[in-house]
């Protein structure tokens, strides 16, 4: 089946869908996008199925030769795109035609592009999704990150409306954000003054940031814990090890650990976290589950009720 | 048993302060529940040690939803008997060439090797947990004369089938991968094949036993050394 070729796969170049549901049980991590808000306008803008598979473009430097005519689209982080060398437009449905040459440069703002083609890549599911997991050696071509010369199927998918998003209405990456936090987990292990101090102090984000963790450095907090069972790790957990640097862990982290966690982040957030580079700061907020649930309800209805505009 | 937040769009739900076959068996019973009774709202279950991690579908239900259906999910909890589960027997081939951690745990305690993997087989094991890796089965407990703490420097590459002990907990590497536990043995049998249906042969709350096999056995269901 035709569709597109690498050329040069860039740094880290996955294929993802939202994710990987209902395999916890079988010590597999969930994957899909890491900012799903990106991912989302992606596929939005193309009419595609909300789960279409797209390519998670970590830092840039992709590209790919098209062998079909289709349409796609570029969201996330801020990089230079070009079509067969001529410059073109992020957060818009750009015709295709067989033969043309698709580069996204490297990412200037932000760090996680969305590349999604007319009907999304035609990818085989494993355990019910695309998502690669590369530690697990799951999902996408072949468990990996693309590699020059992959071949990525889909079909010709040429959209009748060219769409953009206004730039009102996309999200803005700059270095900063403020990750809302539900607390839980061991959370009265960490006695009050910790507390206060890991909600009134900047992080800063580690070079040691990946898809499984974003370690951060700043004030150190401890709990009161000593030795615990393993337990389940949602997404979004903020375990604190014994060195009290805190860890936000995001879509490929282990299923399960042994390290007390003061709450999770919000999925909203961890879309904004996974948008920024080393060395950007962060603040957490408590909030509560309630505010958690409206921000959800908020951020789909927004999403429902904002309308791309004709270009 | 507690149900506390664990975040935007899970609950999890503590059964003790400690693991015992017994709390793995409710736990058990509790999943079996719940998949019977709100599969539409559930993404993910994750049973560990003496704990229930549960991820529900933010936009098919809500936190408080969630709760009032898993407190009457947990409410008649089947049998507590600690012999539920499945019985699965693994093949190992225990040998200084395959277990090359054998001699440090025999002389731990002031066993021979070959008392070392007598004891292993002695126990049939419970599986606590699912994690780490695809397939990795958390086992215990292990007889406290056979126990070990974690190697010092972990091993840059443990083989597939690599049968180990850390402290009191025994499992079977399903990958390669890198890790610190103190190897036993070799065991044939895949932990983990994606194209395989069921893709592992145990899951959380069933029972595992060992059973030494021989070289040739070892080689002829498809072992690699």
């Known amino acids: 089946m035709s569709g597109f070729v690498i050329q040069q796969p860039g740094l880290l170049s996955l294929l993802q869908d939202r994710g990987r549901y209902g395999a916890h049980n079988l010590g597999l991590t969930t994957g899909g996008p890491l900012d799903f808000i990106a991912f989302d306008w992606a596929n939005r803008l193309l009419g595609n199925d909300a789960n279409a598979t797209c390519i998670e473009i970590g830092f840039g430097g992709l590209t790919l030769e098209a062998e079909i005519d289709t349409s796609c689209v570029i969201t996330g982080a801020e990089a230079p795109c070009k079509l067969n060398g001529d410059a073109i437009l992020q957060w818009q449905t750009i015709d295709i035609a067989t033969g043309d040459r698709l580069e996204i440069g490297f990412a200037s703002k932000g760090t996680r592009c969305y590349l999604a083609v007319g009907g999304g890549f035609d990818i085989d599911p494993s355990f019910g999704s695309s998502s690669t997991v590369v530690r697990e050696k799951i999902g996408g071509l072949h468990g990996d990150k693309l590699q020059a010369g992959d071949r990525l199927p889909c079909g010709p998918g040429r959209v009748d409306r060219q769409l953009r998003l206004n730039e009102a209405d996309r999200p803005e990456y700059g270095d900063f954000a403020l990750l809302r936090v539900v607390t839980g987990y061991q959370q009265a292990a960490f006695a009050p003054g910790q507390q206060w101090r890991f909600f009134n102090t900047e992080y800063r984000l580690t070079d040691r940031c990946d898809r499984m963790g974003f370690r951060l450095e700043g004030e150190t907090v401890h709990s009161d814990m000593v030795g615990m069972l393993s337990e389940g790790i949602c997404h979004g957990a903020i375990q604190i090890p014994a060195d009290g640097q805190p860890i936000v862990l995001m879509n490929d982290r282990q299923t399960i650990g042994g390290y007390p966690k003061i709450g999770s982040v919000i999925a909203e957030d961890t879309a904004r976290l996974a948008q920024l580079s080393p060395g950007a700061v962060v603040k957490f907020e408590q909030i509560s589950i309630e505010q958690a649930h409206n921000i959800h309800c908020l951020q789909q209805a927004q999403f429902a009720r904002t309308e791309p505009e004709p270009c | ?225």
Request: hydrophobic share 45%; with cysteine.
């Open chain 2, 1 to 225: 048993m507690r149900i506390e937040v664990a975040g935007q769009n899970a609950l999890i739900v503590y059964f003790a302060e400690q693991s015992s076959a017994e709390v793995s068996a409710q736990i058990q019973a509790a999943v079996n529940n719940i998949l019977a009774s709100m599969q539409d709202c559930i993404v993910d279950l994750v049973p560990s040690y003496a704990s229930l991690l549960v991820i529900f579908d933010l936009d098919r239900a809500d936190y408080f939803d969630v709760k009032r259906k898993l407190r009457g999910a947990l409410e008649n909890l089947a049998s507590l008997d600690a012999e539920a589960g499945e019985l699965v027997t693994l093949p190992v081939y225990y040998s200084t060439e395959s277990g090359p951690d054998l001699e440090i745990i025999a002389d731990n305690g002031k066993l021979s090797v070959e008392e070392v993997i007598e004891i292993h087989q002695q126990r049939e094991y419970r599986v606590y947990a699912i994690g780490f890796a695809p397939g990795f089965a958390y086992l215990g407990e292990v007889d406290e004369r056979i126990a070990a703490p974690r190697l010092a420097t972990p091993r840059q590459k443990v083989p597939r089938g690599a049968v180990a002990i850390a402290d009191r907990q025994t499992a079977v590497y399903p990958a390669v991968s890198p890790g610190g536990w103190n190897l036993i043995g070799l065991c044939p049998t895949r932990m983990f094949d994606p194209e395989r249906d069921p893709s592992m042969p145990v899951k959380a709350g069933d029972r595992v036993r060992f059973e030494a096999i021989d070289r040739a056995d070892f080689l002829g269901l498809g072992g690699e050394l």
